[in-house]
């Protein structure tokens, strides 16, 4: 038998935590701006529909690097591997070179994909919602590379993990 302890937490707080249960993927959004490589990472990704091939993903209206992302014509998307956790925060921070040493390529169309990476996307902008703090966006998939026997990073519960196949018994 298990007990739910209810903690009385700000409202923002107790649905971060709750939020937090559901383990997500982390994917890197990146795009050539001006010559350079520019990226963030992400955990709100999520397929929609297979036609159009459409998935979505949600940035918050705080970030400096969503509206340049927003306004390239081809945008990658690269679901992280399990190694990359350091990449994956170093994307989400604020330092200027987010990339660092790590291997990246580009599209002609601009479209950043990272080297190692479980799957690519190469993708333009469909549409874009209000999603309260976030706006929401639909890309269509214009190309796709999936890396079979690549483990994909997980985030749950505020922490990064791995995916695992099952013991063995």
Partial sequence: MSTVVA??????????????????GVVALAAQVEGRPVGMAVNSFTSISLEPALVAVSAARTSKTWPLLRAVPELGMSVLAAHHEPLSRRLSSREEDRFGEHAWRASDGGAVHIADAALWLTCTLHSTFDGGDHEVALYEIRDVSVFDGVEPLVFVQ?????????AQA
């Fill in 158 to 166: 505020s922490r990064y993990r791995a995916v695992a196949p099952p």
């Fill in 7 to 24: 903690e009385a937490l700000p409202r923002d707080i107790a649905l971060r935590r709750a939020f937090s249960v559901y383990p997500t």
